[in-house]
């Protein structure tokens, strides 16, 4: 039995995608133009082929926050989750965090998400242990800067070494849920890894490596 249960967030607890919701919420409360949802739209295709340039993504995605108070950026973030993401959380991935809970293990939530966007998440679910993408912050005011280790790809298999060390446990003592080529590398390394209603490139790496699929759609 594994000691440490590590959930992704976009496409694996939640059926969106949380950087795209939080454009759009931007949009619709005149924070950012109407071209940052095409922008939006290209980010995310390079994710998804996993050529995706992470500090000119970043610059964009976090765009909003730059200037903003701490507190004002986690009200938005709250506004966010409730009006856009909170109809998406689904109920399968609902169960299996009780499940992972009744079995005495640690919850975290590893997301490449900033953690601003990702804790209304973790407080539904119920998750006490956040690990997202961090933002640097100065004199209280969000700068815009990215800080500390981006946790995509094979930076998510560092973030879950440092995860399990808290723990005083290993990566065999994890288990983790993803749902993108990204997250393979993860499933690979932990004792064991589920691919959640996986993307194309993820489902067939995941025949090809023996990982259990789960079909969490609604």
Not at 42 to 61: I, K, N, P
Request: aromatic share 10%.
């Amino acid at each position: 039995m594994q000691k440490i249960a590590i959930f992704d967030m976009d496409h694996t607890l939640l059926s969106v995608d949380c950087d795209y919701t939080w454009k759009r919420f931007a949009v619709k409360c005149h924070l950012a133009d109407e071209d940052a949802l095409a922008e939006a739209d290209r980010f995310m295709a390079a994710y998804d082929a996993g050529t995706l340039d992470v500090a000119e993504f970043l610059r964009f995605q976090w765009r909003e926050f730059i200037g903003k108070s701490v507190a004002d950026v986690e009200s938005l973030c709250r506004e966010h989750f409730t009006a856009e993401v909170l109809p998406f959380c689904r109920a399968k991935a609902q169960a299996e965090v009780g499940r992972c809970r009744e079995a005495g293990m640690t919850l975290w939530l590893l997301t490449s998400t900033c953690r601003f966007l990702a804790q209304p998440v973790a407080d539904f679910f119920g998750i006490d242990h956040l690990f997202g993408a961090e933002i640097e912050i100065a004199d209280g005011i969000v700068t815009g800067n990215a800080t500390g280790l981006y946790p995509c790809g094979e930076n998510k298999v560092s973030a879950a070494r440092e995860i399990a060390g808290k723990g005083s446990a290993s990566l065999a003592d994890c288990r983790a849920y993803g749902d993108s080529i990204n997250d393979l590398p993860l499933l690979k390394a932990v004792g064991k890894g589920f691919a959640v209603n996986p993307s194309p490139a993820l489902a067939k790496a995941a025949q090809e490596n023996n990982l259990e699929i789960l079909d969490w759609e609604k």
